[in-house]
């Protein structure tokens, strides 16, 4: 076997409620998740031991050796089947690091579809979820791909119906964000009384109803997320960028995830290439990517 090849798509979270820090360091979540059409794809070759390589997007930030995602995740897979861990490892970017994409997780993802197939360990999709919860609590749902609810820090999915596509432009600004930040100045802010506590995990049934629906509009009015107010908090400058998205006629816009990425939801395809074009000249993004979803998870594609 010369190689496998799998891409992995990146997220954005229209519903994020979180609740309040857990003795464990994690809060708890009610999130939907939603699997959009950017892709890293990770391509795993025979090797001895372990090498990693990372090119395309962000490549300078993302580290290529044994605190990358992707090599943790070939360890776990490795020593859980009982196989040695030898593999040439390339990740080729195109979702940003550090920006609410889950760009990592996506790639710890596509190296455990990738090893699976490469060491020939036959673990079925529940059994790399298992691993997939251990090495991170956005990339079960890497893995599985396509809309979901998240539940506990994000790693027990189950099911959600969507009737439609979502169209969506990614606003990608400035300097990545630290999902621990994030998180801490929404504990922080809380604490100070700025927010409400968050011991009431804010609902997800008006996305999911939205989602059911497939009505852009509905969809636009039910988005939610928790970690906009302290992304906010932390990068002053994401208010100017969300504005820009509304100015130039997106249904909506939110912080995608823990950010600095700005989702704007456009009501049909047409709507996000002229989106895209508006924000690409808006001089507030450093990349603006037109999207849609639900797209699936992990998959091998050579
Ligand atoms: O699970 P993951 O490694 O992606 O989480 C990164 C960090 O984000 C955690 O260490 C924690 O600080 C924060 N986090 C959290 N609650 C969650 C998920 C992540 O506080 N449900």
Redesign the pocket.
């Known amino acids: 076997m010369t190689g496998v090849v799998v891409q992995a798509p990146a997220k954005v979270n229209v519903h994020l409620g979180?609740g309040p820090?857990?003795p464990d360091?994690?809060?708890?979540?009610r999130t939907v998740y939603l699997a959009v059409s950017l892709f890293d794809t990770v391509t795993a070759r025979p090797g001895e031991g372990l090498a990693l390589s990372v090119t395309g997007e962000g490549a300078d930030v993302v580290p290529a050796d044994r605190t990358n995602l992707v090599w943790r995740a070939a360890e776990l897979l490795s020593a859980a089947a009982g196989v040695p861990a030898d593999a040439e490892l390339a990740i080729a970017k195109t979702i940003p690091a550090a920006a609410g994409l889950a760009g990592?997780?996506a790639d710890a993802a596509a190296a455990l579809v990738a090893l699976d197939a490469l060491w020939g360990t036959r673990a079925g999709r529940e059994d790399l979820a298992v691993l997939a919860a251990q090495?991170?609590?956005?990339?079960p749902f890497s893995l599985a791909g396509g809309v979901a609810l998240g539940a506990?820090?994000?790693?027990r999915l189950s099911p959600v119906l969507a009737r439609a596509q979502s169209h969506w432009v990614l606003g990608i600004a400035g300097e990545g964000l630290s999902?621990?930040a994030v998180?801490?100045e929404l504990d922080r802010l809380r604490a100070a009384g700025r927010l409400p506590e968050g011991t009431d995990l804010a609902p997800a049934e008006p996305v999911l109803a939205a989602l059911r629906s497939g009505v852009p509009d509905e969809l636009a009015e039910a988005l939610h997320n928790d970690l906009q107010a302290p992304a906010l908090s932390l990068r002053a400058e994401l208010g100017r960028a969300l504005r820009a998205a509304t100015d130039a006629g997106a249904a909506a816009a939110l912080v995608s995830g823990?950010g600095p990425t700005v989702a704007a939801l456009a009501r049909d395809e047409p709507s996000a290439v002229r989106l895209a074009a508006a924000l690409a000249g808006a001089g507030v993004f450093r990349t603006v990517r037109a999207v849609h979803g639900p797209v699936p998870g992990a998959r091998l594609i050579g």
């Open positions: 979180v820090l857990r360091g994690f809060h708890e979540l990592g997780s090495l991170g609590s956005d990339v506990g820090r994000g790693e999902t621990p998180y801490g823990s």
